[in-house]
């Protein structure tokens, strides 16, 4: 392994973890914001119509790489049980808000993260690189576990307009990171978005596998998509300790 000058991380089931109810909770709070501002929606037929709506758009999202967001996907669904409400109206920017504030009190911290980054700040260059639709809520969240202040940069699919494992992502990264690309460690828990993304911009990716590996269930909602295994040659870990030991 080259001598690393900084760590690129990916952020959901790599540095925290989301309780699975999350994504029940987040659906009941969109549905209650989109009635109160005046739509008379069934629960199960909107949650049905919210679905295709988004299961559309990432088909699209994985065609071309470009991110995409709630707020088409509330629009779309609306049109198709008879409200013709365009992405930008404000009542769909209040029933995002209110999805996504669902998420805040079921995120955790992997074990020891936190140290973790403590440590290797100071010492590597630490970057940021998320697949999120929504970035306030992304950013909220960074904030809330106390992540935010250990990052030299962050950034967010919603805000580059692409998605991991769109090649732009990473070059992004390298640039803002301003290290030369195969000097530059990224940890991932997607074999697709990160894994293959990583190693196809250059960097060294790391497998982390700690959720896999306890079991731990995830919310993973409509863009979750089963990928292969790396390859046995990608570097594992489960833990920091792991981590730590690769470094050395």
Same mark, same amino acid.
């Given at each position: ?32 914001? /989109? ?75 992997? =074990? ?22 929504? =970035? ?40 803002? /990171? ?26 060294? =990716? ?39 030991? /690769?470094?050395?």
């Amino acid at each position: 392994m080259n001598q690393i000058k900084a760590i690129g991380f990916d952020l959901f089931n790599t540095l925290i973890t989301v309780e699975p109810q999350a994504i029940g909770e987040a659906m009941r709070r969109l549905l209650k914001s /989109l009635q109160k501002g005046g739509f008379a929606l069934d629960y199960e037929s909107f949650k049905q119509a919210h679905r295709q709506a988004a299961l559309g758009f990432l088909e699209e999202t994985r065609r071309d790489g470009r991110e995409t967001h709630n707020r088409f996907w509330i629009s779309a669904a609306l049109k198709s049980l008879g409200y013709n409400v365009p992405p930008d109206d404000p009542r769909i920017a209040a029933a995002v808000d209110g999805y996504f504030s669902a998420f805040f009190p079921y995120c955790h911290l992997v =074990p020891g993260t936190r140290e973790m980054l403590g440590t290797l700040s100071g010492k590597y260059r630490l970057g940021l690189l998320t697949n999120f639709t929504h =970035p306030p809520a992304a950013r909220e969240i960074l904030n809330r576990v106390g992540l935010m202040p250990f990052f030299d940069m962050v950034l967010i699919s919603g805000e580059l307009g692409y998605r991991k494992p769109h090649p732009s992502v990473f070059r992004q990264l390298i640039s803002d /990171l301003d290290v030369e690309k195969n000097r530059i460690l990224y940890i991932g828990d997607d074999p697709e978005s990160d894994i293959t993304g990583s190693y196809q911009a250059g960097l060294q =990716p790391v497998w982390m596998t700690y959720i896999r590996d306890n079991n731990i269930p995830s919310a993973s909602g409509a863009l979750f998509k089963p990928a292969q295994d790396p390859d046995d040659d990608v570097p594992r870990v489960s833990t920091w300790k792991d981590l730590f030991s /690769l470094l050395n």
